[in-house]
């Protein structure tokens, strides 16, 4: 089993749409999560940090479900400006504590 | 402002060359890691390194060699023995529990 896995989409939704993202990961010691997203041909750019149950900033909801393994993305009202891929990475424990371990990204179009 | 640059932006390389890509972070951060990333495909790990004077292997290791003998500094080289480097090399830093800060990237391209 990977240890990050992705719906890889695309996603194509329009302006104003909510649009959600799934995340499943498989180190069920894992305590901290992040979101980034990721612009063609530019550095992945970190977009959200969990800690705890879940996060928000504006927009932007993330939501851990430690039973179930998996972290969500919402974002609502979507702006022409989110189109870019979102990549899930929830952190190592252990030996490789410290570490990342990143899925492939959902790619994701808001359309006018 | 604090960052984490890498250079150069473009390096084309001939067969057989060994090449050095360079990584400085000004963010006091203790670990620091390089990634590669292929149309399409997520990030794998080369090699990252939690402190000073030791580094780890990641999961593609082979073909690349690191050295961290300064704490602002961790300098990817790729070797002849890599026998597909093209690629978007990507190097990130962090403290830590908190998440990576990426640079902007090198592409490497065999010529």
């Known amino acids: 089993r990977k240890e990050v896995e992705q719906d890889p989409g695309p996603f194509n939704v329009p302006e104003g749409a909510t649009v959600a993202f799934n995340c499943t990961y498989s180190?069920?010691?894992?305590?901290?999560f992040f979101w980034y997203r990721q612009d063609c041909r530019k550095e992945p750019k970190l977009l959200m940090s969990?800690?705890?149950s879940g996060n928000e900033d504006g927009r932007f909801t993330a939501q851990l479900n430690r039973a179930s393994q998996y972290i969500s993305l919402l974002i609502r009202d979507s702006k022409l400006s989110d189109s870019a891929t979102y990549l899930c990475?929830?952190?190592?424990?252990?030996?490789?504590?410290?570490?990342?371990?990143f899925g492939r990204g959902t790619q994701l179009t808001v359309w006018p | 402002d604090g960052g984490i640059t890498q250079s150069p932006k473009y390096l084309f390389r001939k067969e057989g060359q060994n090449v050095t890509l360079s990584c400085e972070q000004n963010?006091?951060?203790?670990?620091m890691y390089w990634y590669r990333q292929d149309p399409g495909q997520g990030l794998r790990l080369i090699y990252y390194?939690?402190?000073?004077?030791?580094?780890q292997k990641g999961d593609i290791a082979e073909g690349y060699s690191v050295s961290r003998e300064k704490k602002e500094s961790f300098p990817l080289t790729v070797t002849s023995a890599q026998k597909n480097p093209t690629a978007f090399y990507l190097c990130?830093?962090?403290?830590?529990?908190?998440?990576?800060?990426f640079g902007s990237g090198t592409r490497l391209t065999v010529v």
């Open positions: 990130a830093s962090s403290k830590g529990e908190d998440g990576y800060t």
């Open positions: 180190n069920s010691a894992s305590q901290s």
């Open positions: 969990v800690y705890s």
């Open positions: 990475a929830p952190r190592g424990r252990g030996s490789t504590l410290g570490r990342l371990y």
């Open positions: 963010l006091n951060h203790d670990a």
């Open positions: 390194s939690q402190i000073v004077n030791d580094f």
